[in-house]
C-alpha cells in the first residue's frame, strides 16, 4: 500500500513563509516525477511546481521565483519552500507522484489527501 502524506501547512500572514513536506511510503520500488499541485475553492485544480528524477523543474508562472521544489530521493521525500506568500496563494495543496510498486509495473499516479494554507492579508 501506498501512501503520500502531505505536511507543513497552516496560517500564515502575506510576505510570510511556509515550508511543504510530502512523505512517500509504502511499497515503492521507484519514483519518477514528483509534483505539487493546488485548489483553491471554487477554481480547478492546477500544476504548482514539478521535478522530475533528473533535468529541470518547472513552476507556474504565479510562483516563479518565490517557490521552490526539492526532492530527497533517498527517503522518497518532497519539499515545497513557499515564500513571500499572498492571499491568492490560498489553497488546499497536493502532492502528486508516478511510481512503480514493482520492477515490471507501470508507473502509476498517486496522490496526497492536500494540506492547508491559508494566507492573510
Known amino acids: 500500500q501506498v501512501q503520500l502524506v502531505e505536511s507543513g501547512g497552516g496560517l500564515v500572514q502575506a510576505g510570510g513563509s511556509l515550508r511543504l513536506r510530502c512523505a512517500a511510503s509504502?511499497?515503492?520500488?521507484?519514483?519518477?516525477?514528483m509534483r505539487w499541485y493546488r485548489q483553491a475553492p471554487g477554481k480547478q485544480r492546477e500544476l504548482v511546481a514539478a521535478?522530475?528524477?533528473?533535468?529541470?523543474?518547472t513552476y507556474a508562472d504565479s510562483v516563479k521565483g518565490r517557490f521552490t521544489i526539492s526532492r530527497d530521493n533517498t527517503n522518497n521525500t518532497m519539499y515545497l519552500q513557499m515564500n513571500s506568500l499572498k492571499p491568492e496563494d490560498t489553497a488546499v495543496y497536493y502532492c502528486n507522484a508516478d511510481l512503480q510498486v514493482k520492477p515490471i509495473d507501470y508507473f502509476r499516479s498517486y496522490w496526497g489527501q492536500g494540506t492547508q494554507v491559508t494566507v492573510s492579508s
Open positions: 509504502g511499497s515503492i520500488f521507484r519514483i519518477d516525477a
Open positions: 521535478i522530475p528524477t533528473g533535468g529541470r523543474t
